[in-house]
């Protein structure tokens, strides 16, 4: 009896742990889902396009970072492409690793190029460094 109660116990504790995982995960991909677009690039606006997937570590902590730039700033475009889900979009970049973020200004020529994770704060510099105005 006793084993039937730990085992049970233990049962109990891993499905948890398995929703957890399962919630965070479709949380990621909803907030991704906000700004998957790189079709904003050259619409007037500079572009912040990261490149990534929500299947890599970095590329997650990266999401609350883009959601609060994308709910936060006027002064530029969020946009994300998961490129494990989008066939080619690696490719047309030339990415080589992920998570990549690409700077466009308005006319959506490149500015700045990063890999790997990237704070707020150095982000909110670069544009700023780029004479992007940041509110």
Not at 31 to 37: M, S, V, Y
Not at 94 to 101: H, K, L, N, S, Y
Request: charged residues 20%.
């Amino acid at each position: 009896m006793k084993k039937a109660g730990k085992f049970t116990v233990v049962a109990i504790l891993a499905a948890a742990v398995c929703g957890i995982v399962v919630y965070k995960s479709v949380q990621v991909r909803h907030q991704a889902a906000a700004f998957a677009d790189d079709g904003v690039i050259g619409q007037g606006k500079p572009v912040l396009l990261e490149l990534g997937s929500h299947s890599c570590v970095p590329c997650r902590q990266m999401m609350p970072i883009l959601t609060e730039l994308n709910n936060e700033q006027s002064g530029f475009v969020v946009s994300f492409v998961d490129v494990w889900a989008v066939s080619g979009k690696g490719q047309q970049y030339g990415i080589e690793a992920i998570p990549t973020q690409i700077f466009f200004d308005a006319a959506g020529k490149e500015q700045f190029r990063h890999v790997g994770f990237f704070p707020k704060e150095d982000i909110l510099a670069k544009w700023k460094e780029l004479g992007v105005s940041i509110h």
